[in-house]
């Protein structure tokens, strides 16, 4: 069992990596899961099924009247035929996509962030990356965050071999048996980020082999 404020001390800093045209949307309602997104822009029936429990090989674009246009990040390593093999305790690949498209998602190390903006839909292009301030996330949403070991979104080959997933994968921090934590999850949305984020930045990184370079503050928590 992992309290709440031994996690934080251990991962004192957590990360988000948001599209850049999300941005003035995060700051006015927080993060939203992919979910919530299509719960808050009105999308159903097989609108809806094509993007939260399908594969997405490409960011999606969504819109509703009185709203901004949101993107919704791919998929793209998480390609059912990988996915499949992997799926433990009854899951299908629509119902693990289900699952983590409820989620919102933080790296529990920023050099897996550095990795992901070096990935292969995402170099070459500047990103909003979230610093949060762990025990402040937990102060408000400990209850609904569960930590994996796991990158739960690819099905990517790892040097530890098959990465298997099922109930386990998503530990409530009261159950968390500690090691490494790959990524922190919040179940639907969360809110207030002017509260939680330390600050937000603008990122890019050209190659996967290139360092990242910060483009810009965007903003900073006072």
């Known amino acids: 069992m992992v309290e709440p404020d031994a996690f934080a001390r251990a991962y004192l800093q957590i990360f988000h990596m948001a599209e850049r045209e999300n941005w003035p949307a995060i700051l006015e309602r927080g993060l939203l899961s992919t979910s919530e997104l299509l719960d808050l822009y009105g999308y159903t029936g097989a609108k809806r099924e094509a993007i939260e429990a399908r594969h997405r090989p490409d960011c999606v674009t969504i819109q509703a ?19 499949e093999p992997l799926l433990l305790d009854g899951h299908t ?3 693990w996509c289900r699952l983590i498209n409820a989620k919102v998602f933080f ?7 550095n990795f992901l903006l070096g990935a292969r839909n995402y170099r070459g292009i500047p990103h909003v990356v979230l ?7 937990l102060a408000r ?9 796991i990158n739960s979104g690819s099905a990517l080959p790892t040097k530890k071999g098959p990465e298997k997933r099922g109930k386990a994968t998503f530990q409530p921090l009261a159950t968390f ?9 919040v179940e639907r949305r969360v809110d207030g980020i002017d509260r939680i984020a330390v600050r937000a930045e603008l990122w890019q990184k ?9 483009l810009k503050v965007l903003w900073t928590r006072e």
């Open 141 to 149: 949403y400990a209850e609904r965050t569960t930590v994996t070991t």
């Open 177 to 185: 048996r500690g090691g490494d934590a790959v990524e922190v999850a």
């Open 65 to 83: 009247p009185g709203l901004p246009s949101a993107v919704i990040r791919d998929q793209a390593v998480l390609k059912w035929s990988d996915l």
């Open 93 to 95: 690949p629509e119902s």
């Open 107 to 113: 790296w529990a190390e920023r050099y897996r962030l």
């Open 206 to 214: 050209d190659g996967p082999n290139d360092e990242a370079r910060m």
């Open 131 to 137: 610093t949060i301030d762990t025990a402040a996330l």
